[in-house]
Structure formats: structure tokens, C-alpha cells
């Protein structure tokens, strides 16, 4: 099932009743409580009518991989109170600072220009996550293990940035399972520094049960949800 393209039938309200199925199953099979695990919805490509409609089925959590498409999606819907915006793809320190703006969290920090300019002394915690990289492909994001020690000393002595654990993407075309169990180490390394940081963003339409299985705290999942995705723009 897990190396399947995720099932992307049915109407909005029908995918998210099969994936949050799907999610429980994982989360049993798992010996797990229902209550650890978020799935957050990567609307990436749709239109913010989607997120209005992922809203009114009572979604709260949703993401986004680029910059200037979540500002704009995130500022058409800043009528939905509590709503909660995910920035999950590569950040350039540039945008860093804006994206704080719109963003409830940044799952993406992978190296240290990054957590500079995220880190603003302005009366607010951001939420973050340090990625990890799991393959060698480049491209992918992430920092190397051993990168990934010195970049939360960095966030934790940063202002304004609280450390929730680590992310990553499974590598392509290999199987998730023994990639998301080396996050889960990494994320024990993480919080002999940072106890507190036992978050793990990990898990795909394809993959969230491995994800689940090794632990996975947050799962950013589309297609299953949100259907094929348009062409990017
Ligand atoms: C697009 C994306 C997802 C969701 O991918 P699906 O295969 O559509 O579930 C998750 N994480 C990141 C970083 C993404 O860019």
C-alpha cells in the first residue's frame, strides 16, 4: 500500500475521511495515541478556495513550498481564524523574514543564513524545524547529520524561534521505512539538547504510514487530500 501512488478519487471531503482512516490505522498498528500525530494539508498549486473548503471540513493545519504562493494564498484566507500556515519548502534568507509574517511554522531550516534571518526579537515564537537530509540527491533539502547538532545550538540560542524536532522527505524512489528510521535517531540526538524538541515532520500521501510507524509527529500530506495537483504555475 505505501508504495502505491496515493488513491487521489472522490471529492475533497471524502479524500480527507480516507487518508484521517488511513492515518488511524497507521496510528494504531503503531500502538500509538490518535492524539500525537497532526496531519497537516499541503495545498501547494490550489487555489485558496481549496483552503477555504479544507476549513469548513475543519482543517487548521495546511502548507505551503513557496514563498510568494503562501503569502499570497495566506492573505487571501486571513479571514479564517485559526488557521495555521506550514512553510515546508527551501527558504531563501532574503524571504526568511517575510515568511515569518504569514507563518505559524517553518519546517525547513537547514542552515545557519536561514536561522539568522528567521530569528526576530518581535514578542512572538516562531515554530521550527531543523530538515534533515536523508539521501545524498541534491536538491532535496536538508541539512547533513552532522550539520544538523550545530544548527539547533543555533536556533536555541536564537530570539524568537521555538525548536519543535526535525523534518525530512524520504528519498526518492527507495524505500521510506529505513530513511524515516534515521530521522527518528537524528531526533533522539536532537533532544538530548533540546528535550522539548521531540516533534517529528515526516510522512507523505505515500509514505505517512512508514512515517507513523518510525514515530512521525507531523504528517504534511496533498494529493491523497487535496486530488492531483494543477501543473505549477
Ligand atoms: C508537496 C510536499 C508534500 C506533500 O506531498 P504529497 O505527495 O502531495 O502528499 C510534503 N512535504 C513537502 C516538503 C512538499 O513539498
Known amino acids: 500500500m505505501t508504495d502505491d501512488r496515493p488513491d487521489t ?5 471524502e479524500r480527507l475521511a480516507r487518508v484521517a482512516s488511513g492515518v488511524s ?7 500509538r ?14 487555489p485558496a478556495s481549496l483552503v477555504r473548503e479544507l476549513y469548513d471540513l475543519g482543517v487548521r493545519d495546511v502548507a505551503e513550498n513557496r514563498h510568494q504562493e503562501a503569502q499570497a494564498k495566506s492573505a487571501e484566507t486571513a479571514d479564517l481564524e485559526g488557521l495555521r500556515w506550514h512553510f515546508v519548502g527551501q527558504l531563501q534568507s532574503k524571504k526568511a523574514r517575510q515568511a515569518r509574517r504569514y ?6 531550516l537547514d542552515r545557519p543564513s ?14 521550527v524545524w531543523v530538515q534533515v537530509a536523508l539521501s545524498d540527491e541534491p536538491g ?31 528519498p526518492l524512489g527507495r524505500p521510506a521505512r529505513p530513511a524515516f528510521a534515521r530521522l527518528r535517531t537524528v531526533s533522539e540526538r536532537v533532544r538530548t539538547l533540546a528535550p522539548g524538541a521531540d516533534a517529528i515532520s515526516a510522512g507523505m500521501s505515500d509514505d ?4 507513523v510507524a518510525e514515530g512521525a509527529t507531523h504528517l504534511r500530506i496533498g494529493a491523497a487530500i487535496t486530488g492531483s495537483r494543477p501543473e505549477p504555475r
Open 114 to 127: 536561514v536561522v539568522d534571518a528567521l530569528a526576530v526579537d518581535d514578542g512572538r515564537l516562531l515554530d
Open 140 to 170: 532535496r533539502g536538508g541539512a547533513e547529520p552532522d550539520e544538523v547538532e550545530p544548527l539547533v545550538e543555533r536556533v536555541l540560542s536564537s530570539p524568537g524561534l521555538r525548536l519543535r524536532g526535525v523534518m525530512a522527505v524520504a
Open 33 to 46: 495515541r490518535p492524539d500525537e500525530v497532526t496531519t497537516i494539508v499541503v495545498t501547494k498549486f490550489h
Open 25 to 31: 490505522d497507521a496510528v494504531r498498528a503503531a500502538g
Open 9 to 13: 478519487g472522490g471529492d475533497t471531503r
Open 208 to 211: 505517512y504510514a512508514d512515517a
Open 103 to 108: 507563518a505559524a511554522a517553518v519546517h525547513s
